[in-house]
């Protein structure tokens, strides 16, 4: 494959560094749209070959705002939306902890066996990702690609391309609007920057 340059979105109005928001619309909020402009001015002398969105438009506007400094499309993928919270869209973690304490507790337990209640499992949403994976096989190997989408998608890439089992999913904790990289090669995959925020800085 390529250089992959994973960007989890900014900050939105209904607060996604404090809620549940999965495949809820919701919007950048102002401070979401200053940080997809750091990224923009961080990503502005990078060579980038494809950029890559979920459809949700969190995620969409932030690859947007970077793609304003270079000639590429953002081409939106379905298979690239956050996970289906179900019935915990929308809380905290003390609301999950209330209503749902199985829940809570396997999440802490980092259990490959997370489903959400009338939402997705871990497996469902792995399975979802890896159809994207297989389409990034088409890029040649000195391309670079960025790939703007949410925490537990950006999650699941790395633990895809790193070859790691999905219960290592608990492991990585991407900010809003963080950087991360990895350098595929044919004998695997190198996570050379993780959860760089360091563009955020008096934002």
């Given at each position: 494959?390529?250089?992959?340059?994973?960007?989890?979105?900014?900050?939105?109005e209904?607060?996604?560094?404090?809620?549940?928001?999965?495949?809820?619309?919701?919007?950048?909020?102002?401070?979401?749209?200053?940080?997809?402009?750091?990224?923009?001015?961080?990503?502005?002398?990078?060579?980038?070959?494809?950029?890559?969105?979920?459809?949700?438009?969190?995620?969409?506007?932030?690859?947007?705002?970077?793609?304003?400094?270079?000639?590429?499309?953002?081409?939106?993928?379905?298979?690239?939306?956050?996970?289906?919270?179900?019935?915990?869209?929308?809380?905290?973690?003390?609301e999950?902890?209330?209503?749902?304490?199985?829940?809570?507790?396997l999440?802490?337990?980092?259990?490959?066996?997370?489903?959400?209640?009338?939402?997705?499992?871990?497996?469902?949403?792995?399975?979802?990702?890896?159809?994207?994976?297989d389409?990034?096989?088409?890029?040649?190997?000195?391309?670079?690609?960025?790939?703007?989408?949410?925490?537990?998608v950006?999650?699941?890439?790395?633990?895809?391309?790193?070859?790691?089992e999905?219960?290592?999913?608990?492991?990585?904790?991407?900010?809003?609007?963080?950087?991360?990289?990895?350098?595929?090669?044919?004998?695997?995959?190198?996570?050379?920057?993780?959860?760089?925020?360091?563009?955020?800085?008096?934002?």
């Amino acid at each position: 494959m390529s250089r992959l340059l994973l960007v989890r979105h900014g900050e939105t109005e209904l607060k996604s560094s404090e809620r549940f928001w999965g495949q809820t619309d919701v919007k950048l909020d102002a401070l979401g749209l200053r940080q997809a402009e750091r990224l923009r001015d961080r990503l502005a002398t990078e060579k980038i070959d494809a950029i890559y969105s979920s459809e949700l438009q969190r995620a969409l506007t932030t690859a947007k705002i970077i793609a304003s400094r270079h000639q590429v499309d953002v081409t939106a993928f379905a298979e690239l939306r956050e996970f289906n919270y179900g019935k915990i869209e929308g809380l905290n973690s003390e609301e999950v902890n209330q209503l749902y304490p199985e829940l809570f507790k396997l999440r802490m337990q980092r259990s490959p066996n997370l489903r959400f209640p009338g939402g997705e499992s871990l497996d469902e949403l792995g399975n979802r990702v890896s159809k994207f994976v297989d389409k990034l096989k088409k890029h040649k190997a000195e391309e670079a690609i960025l790939i703007v989408v949410h925490s537990g998608v950006l999650r699941t890439l790395i633990c895809q391309l790193l070859e790691m089992e999905l219960r290592h999913f608990y492991q990585f904790v991407p900010d809003l609007a963080s950087l991360s990289i990895l350098e595929t090669h044919s004998q695997g995959a190198i996570l050379s920057l993780f959860n760089d925020t360091s563009h955020l800085r008096d934002s």
